[in-house]
């Protein structure tokens, strides 16, 4: 929805560069496919979890933003919360110069039981548009984006009450059946450092 | 120039695990002071306070829209009874482009975030009594990597029976880099469009036009586009889409339009108001 409403502007009004967002796609569409390496050494590929709902987590390990979320535990704690309901979580590096060896010692020091995929090459990354980390992505049972953005409204992490965490919100209201009633926010955090 | 900080803590963000690349002290990044522009001060007469962030080179900090990725940089004031402060003033942001496509705004070398403090008409304070105003101040500071830095920043002053001007060449700098505000009519957003759009017409012939949106708009994600300048003026294509579940309570959104200054080392802006229609 979001790319054809973006295409009919720019073919509208000639915009050259939408500001945000705009890469990223559209809810609703299929997901981009992908196969990367884990920390692990092992080949993951987006169709190895065909019929699952999945969660994909743009993450690196220096971004403070990250490091934030990750000493309140707050990430893992919805992943593993979600994992009893068969939902797949995966993290994802597109930062250019991570390694297998770098998320390796990232998921040892933060009690990550699940992939961190390296994507150096930012490919993956590019493919959905992925601006922050940390940025997520659900995608449903049938293959298609339901929900885009950002991993709570808290960017200076200091709200007290009023929080929402909107990954866990899309999932309770995609395992019920439901539709995503805020399918899109505006993501923060770090910028995914791209090699180009 | 002279300053009056009287309290700075730095704090930087402490790593839960030493595996993980350890954070530059956010100290050496950012230097951060509180100063104003009067040293006594006049109950009832205005002044204005400057959060003024000295930045490392090859490092950057955000203005009010982050762009692409990021965090805004935020100054709350705590002031004493009776004071009020204005809205803080952010200088025409740099485009900080990044690989992969992402652009971000903010701001290299030094930024000064203002805003204008109203002291009550009728202090109860004698003659030559000390005042805090304090600011506190949070930065995302990035280059490669990001550090978060804070700062309480506190600036006494004397209330007396006039005001004496300090620090006058500095803010009247900072003052020429804040956006000048236009009350030219913009045609309105029309939620109702498909997908909604409009175009702002201006008659400034500019050299490197860039038009950027200051905030965000709830329930909306507003995108321009890149202005195009013609013999008669300049052109901004605004559009866009209305993020489902969420309600739009604003009636407007500000469009900054900047371009370079003639002498090319910092750019300039003039921010425009487009109004809403149909959100309600």
């Known amino acids: 929805m979001k790319t054809k409403i973006g295409l009919v502007a720019i073919a509208l009004l000639g915009l050259s560069a939408l500001q945000l967002l705009a890469a990223m796609p559209p809810i609703g569409s299929t997901a981009p496919a992908f196969t990367l390496q884990d920390q692990n050494g092992n080949s993951v590929s987006l169709s190895d979890y065909a019929g699952k709902i999945v969660a994909l987590e743009w993450f690196n390990?220096?971004?403070?933003?990250?490091?934030?979320?990750?000493?309140?535990?707050d990430i893992s704690a919805t992943a593993n919360k979600y994992a009893a309901d068969g939902v797949v979580w995966l993290a994802?590096?597109?930062?250019?110069?991570?390694?297998?060896?770098?998320?390796?010692?990232?998921?040892?020091?933060?009690?990550?039981?699940?992939?961190?995929?390296?994507?150096?090459?930012?490919?993956?990354?590019?493919?959905?548009?992925?601006?922050?980390?940390?940025?997520?992505?659900?995608?449903g049972k049938d293959g298609k984006v339901a929900y885009e953005g950002a991993i709570d409204n808290d960017p200076q992490g200091d709200k007290s009450s009023d929080k929402v965490n909107y990954p866990a919100k899309a999932l309770d209201e995609i395992l019920a059946g439901k539709t995503v009633s805020e399918p899109v926010t505006k993501p923060y955090g770090c910028t995914v450092h791209y090699a180009n | 120039?002279?300053?009056?900080?009287?309290?700075?803590?730095?704090?930087?963000?402490?790593?839960?695990?030493?595996?993980?690349?350890t954070a530059q002290n956010?100290?050496?990044?950012?230097?951060?002071?509180?100063?104003?522009?009067?040293?006594?001060?006049?109950?009832?007469?205005?002044?204005?306070?400057?959060?003024?962030?000295?930045?490392?080179?090859g490092w950057h900090v955000y203005w009010t829209n982050p762009g692409d990725a990021g965090l805004p940089t935020r100054v709350q004031w705590i002031l004493p009874?009776?004071?009020?402060?204005?809205?803080?003033?952010?200088?025409?942001?740099?485009?900080?482009?990044?690989?992969g496509g992402i652009v971000c705004f903010g701001y290299t070398d030094e930024v000064m975030l203002t805003s204008t403090i109203t002291p009550p008409s009728q202090s109860s304070a004698n003659d030559s009594t000390a005042v805090d105003i304090t600011a506190k101040v949070n930065w995302l500071c990035c280059s490669e990597n990001c550090v978060p830095g804070k700062a309480i920043l506190t600036l006494q002053l004397i209330t007396g029976d006039k005001t004496l001007p300090d620090n006058t060449q500095l803010f009247e700098q900072w003052q020429n880099r804040l956006p000048t505000r236009t009350s030219a009519p913009a045609a309105p957003l029309v939620l109702s469009d498909s997908p909604p759009h409009t175009q702002i017409l201006t008659t400034r012939k500019i050299t490197d036009p860039k038009a950027i949106i200051p905030g965000t708009v709830d329930g909306l994600i507003v995108s321009v586009?890149?202005?195009?300048?013609?013999?008669?003026?300049?052109?901004i294509p605004v559009?866009?889409?209305?993020?489902?579940?969420?309600?739009?309570?604003?009636?407007?959104?500000?469009?900054?339009?900047?371009?370079a200054d003639p002498d090319g080392k910092v750019r300039l802006g003039e921010e425009i108001t487009v109004p809403i229609v149909g959100g309600h």
């Not at chain 1, 390990?61 to 490091?67: A, M, R, S």
């Not at chain 2, 104003?36 to 080179?57: M, Q, R, Y």
Request: with cysteine; aromatic share 4%; hydrophobic share 40%.
């Open chain 2, 1 to 21: 120039m002279r300053k009056l900080t009287v309290t700075m803590i730095v704090t930087c963000l402490v790593l839960g695990a030493t595996a993980i690349a």
């Open chain 2, 225 to 235: 586009g890149a202005p195009q300048s013609t013999a008669t003026g300049t052109t």
């Open chain 2, 81 to 99: 009874p009776g004071y009020t402060a204005s809205e803080v003033r952010f200088p025409v942001p740099e485009h900080l482009d990044q690989p």
């Open chain 1, 92 to 139: 994802i590096n597109s930062t250019h110069d991570t390694t297998d060896a770098s998320n390796k010692v990232a998921a040892g020091a933060w009690n990550m039981n699940r992939p961190i995929l390296s994507d150096a090459s930012g490919t993956v990354g590019h493919a959905y548009g992925a601006t922050n980390t940390p940025e997520i992505f659900i995608i």
């Open chain 2, 239 to 259: 559009s866009a889409q209305v993020l489902k579940g969420q309600t739009i309570t604003a009636s407007s959104v500000p469009v900054l339009l900047t371009w």
């Open chain 2, 26 to 57: 956010t100290s050496d990044l950012v230097q951060a002071s509180i100063l104003a522009d009067a040293s006594n001060i006049k109950p009832g007469e205005p002044f204005t306070v400057g959060v003024l962030l000295k930045i490392k080179p």
């Open chain 1, 61 to 73: 390990e220096n971004c403070p933003i990250v490091q934030r979320h990750y000493k309140a535990g």
